[in-house]
């Protein structure tokens, strides 16, 4: 059976150009693609001049030891020079890089030139600590300006940061920490969420019971709650950063000097740390910051609603933003707190011209209903990004009407942890987007999918997706474990690195993401793609979420299995009848091969911090089998919740 072929089911018509005044004046238009593709070096050489070096690289890109990739080896760079100083030597110290929104409601604007001082200071403190280039550093934060501080202070020394999910457990910290034996802590007392104080430092405290070498925490005071210190080893960051001075001189580093370590969400497994590292990083974020959004930094209020502690927070609340010198909007809390309408609130408080967040949380908003934003004047708004997973077609085109007024593209982001920055995704002054596709490799990428034997696919095909020539911001190992990462990502097919991920060539040759291999269904001979159901799912008024897994089955093989929430007044009167209808749902939207086995109503479902759903926990129920790795679910009791409101397995 390996041959198998992909059911290829849905069908999509409708189509968004561009708006006129938007493909004016865009920053990318055809002629971009059609430079990048004659000389995808040549193009990320042109683009390394974003930055400011402290030797300029004559070299761009070194594969001689594949798949260890170097880019613009030969020269150096400082990356919190390049996010900071430079912006406020060019005049800019008065713009404000974060208008900070803390969930009770109190709130700081921070200009450039007071970032830079706080940098300083910071930087001058971890020296006065010992901090060296190359320590590791691990930072514990909620959403407040200080996370940004520390990543850069870090960044600024050569240090290497290693941010972990402020919502994670000790053990989750401490598992990270001794992956990168790390021995500097930077945390909190404690952030806000949903209305209340939560604490933070005994999280950290229990952490390092296994963690002997950690010897200096540093403790932001945000809610002032009692916290305990621990006398030689805790140091208030308030204080340890007042007794030093708020200049510093910054050193040049090689470009491939480490940046820092992020790991995965952990939504196919144990969590992978991903090394990046400094000029191509800071390349590959800036360019596609600016191009995928069109960003005009002079004019534009950028939000990127997501935390610190995933990539996303990473790539575009920190460095692609403030290396392109824009002004973004960072939000500690949760959507509903102190009510629905938050978010809005906010858009239309700072007058938010472009937001980029998940589908989980459009999802959501589906859910709670159109009125909440209908409240709110959103006008300023004209782009919308999406990432973390497939964009449903309904979700995207309830996003672009009711939140984007029908007029703002949608760009739906495709790309991973591992690559650093956006490898496809629409361009928003050029493409005619397509509801629920990636659509083309951004400019600068080659991307293919093919099929089991690395042939590419044809026009209308689906298959596995790859990544054919090296990118400047792709990770360069995993920590400490150079064999893993040749094996992960490198080993499926030669030369070429393996996504992990399904995906569809339409009849335009346009990309659309299927979900994950290992998700992926083979039922009676037939790969079915978990996205295309789910997405059939929610496009059925009853729905608000949907998810899909196949479970062993003796006579198909694999069978579907979906689990699924459903709105408001269908939830209360959810029964056999309300199943019944969604699999003749599903069997007219897609065929019968596609119909479920089994529905399960459930009134949650388990999600990575990052807002993905964690299939592999699903399938463990469906097949009844003890569940693997929760640490990074947001809330390990869904499972139970789940598991209560279900039939005895079949
Ligand atoms: P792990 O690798 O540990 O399982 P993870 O893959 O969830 O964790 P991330 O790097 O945060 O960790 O997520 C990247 C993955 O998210 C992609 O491989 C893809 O499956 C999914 N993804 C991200 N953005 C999109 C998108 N726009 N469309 C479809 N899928 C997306
Ligand atoms: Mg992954």
Not at 178 to 205: E, H, W
Not at 439 to 450: A, K, N
Not at 613 to 626: K, P, S, W
């Amino acid at each position: 059976m390996s041959e198998t072929e992909w059911s290829n089911l849905s069908t999509e018509e409708r189509r968004f150009p561009p708006p006129p005044e938007l493909a004016a004046q865009a920053n990318v238009t055809e002629e971009t693609y059609r430079v990048a593709a004659q000389d995808p070096e040549a193009f990320w050489a042109e683009q390394a001049k974003r930055l400011s070096w402290g030797t300029p690289p004559t070299e761009t890109l070194d594969w001689t030891n594949p798949p260890f990739a170097k880019w613009f080896a030969d020269g150096t760079l400082n990356a919190a020079y390049n996010c900071l100083d430079r912006h406020v030597e060019a005049g800019h110290g008065d713009r404000v890089a974060f208008h900070f929104e803390g969930e009770p409601g109190d709130t700081r604007a921070v200009t450039y030139a007071e970032l830079t001082r706080e940098v300083c200071r910071a930087a001058n403190a971890l020296t006065t600590l010992g901090v060296q280039a190359g320590d590791r550093v691990a930072i514990y934060l909620p959403m407040v300006p200080e996370a940004v501080v520390a990543m850069l202070a870090c960044a600024r020394l050569g240090a290497v940061h290693v941010v972990v999910f402020g919502g994670f457990s000790a053990d989750a910290l401490s598992t990270r920490i001794l992956d990168c034996d790390v021995r500097v802590v930077i945390t909190a007392d404690g952030g806000y969420r949903r209305g209340s104080a939560s604490a933070l430092k005994p999280a950290v405290d229990t952490a390092l019971e296994k963690c002997p070498d950690v010897r200096t925490v540093l403790v932001v005071r945000r809610t002032g709650q009692e916290t305990a210190m621990t006398e030689g080893r805790d140091l208030w960051w308030h204080e340890a950063l007042a007794a030093e001075a708020d200049e510093h001189t910054p050193q040049m580093f090689p470009a491939e000097h480490p940046l820092y370590v992020m790991y995965t969400s952990g939504s196919t497994g144990k969590p992978k740390g991903i090394l990046h590292t400094t000029g191509g990083y800071l390349v590959g974020t800036s360019w596609t910051h600016w191009a995928s959004f069109d960003l005009k930094p002079e004019t534009d209020v950028f939000w990127t609603a997501a935390d610190i502690g995933w990539v996303t927070g990473h790539s575009y609340l920190v460095y692609g933003p403030l290396v392109n010198g824009a002004t973004s909007v960072m939000y500690e809390g949760t959507p509903d707190t102190p009510h629905k309408g938050r978010w809005w609130e906010i858009v239309q408080k700072y007058g938010v011209t472009i937001l980029y967040c998940a589908p989980t949380a459009i999802r959501t908003f589906m859910k709670w209903g159109e009125q909440i934003p209908a409240e709110y004047d959103l006008s300023s708004l004209r782009i919308l990004g999406s990432v973390g997973e497939p964009i449903n077609p309904e979700a995207y085109v309830w996003y672009r009407t009711h939140i984007g007024g029908d007029r703002t593209p949608v760009v739906d982001t495709w790309w991973q942890t591992e690559t650093g920055m956006h490898m496809i995704a629409p361009m928003p002054g050029v493409t005619a987007g397509k509801p629920g596709a990636a659509m083309r490799p951004v400019p600068g990428v080659s991307i293919d999918v093919v099929d089991d034997e690395a042939r590419p696919v044809a026009d209308g095909h689906a298959g596995l997706l790859v990544i054919t020539k090296p990118w400047p911001s792709m990770l360069r190992t995993l920590w400490g474990d150079d064999q893993r990462f040749v094996d992960t990502y490198w080993s499926r097919f030669e030369g070429l690195y393996f996504a992990g991920d399904g995906a569809k060539k339409d009849a335009d040759g346009d990309l659309w993401l299927l979900g994950r291999v290992d998700d992926v269904m083979n039922v009676s001979g037939h790969r079915m793609s978990t996205t295309e159901i789910e997405s059939s799912l929610v496009s059925h008024p009853k729905v608000a979420e949907a998810a899909v897994v196949g479970a062993k089955d003796e006579t198909t093989g694999q069978a579907i299995v979906a689990f699924v929430i459903l709105r408001g007044e269908a939830a209360e009167q959810a029964g056999e009848d309300v199943v019944a209808e969604l699999r003749e749902h599903v069997a007219r939207d897609i065929g019968k091969i596609a119909r479920p086995r089994q529905i399960m109503v459930v009134p949650e479902l388990p999600k990575t911090r990052s807002g993905k759903i964690m299939r592999r926990l699903l399938r463990d129920i469906a097949e009844d089998r003890e569940l693997g790795d929760v640490t990074t679910l947001t809330d390990s009791s869904v499972m139970d919740l789940i598991k209560d409101k279900l039939p005895s397995a079949p």
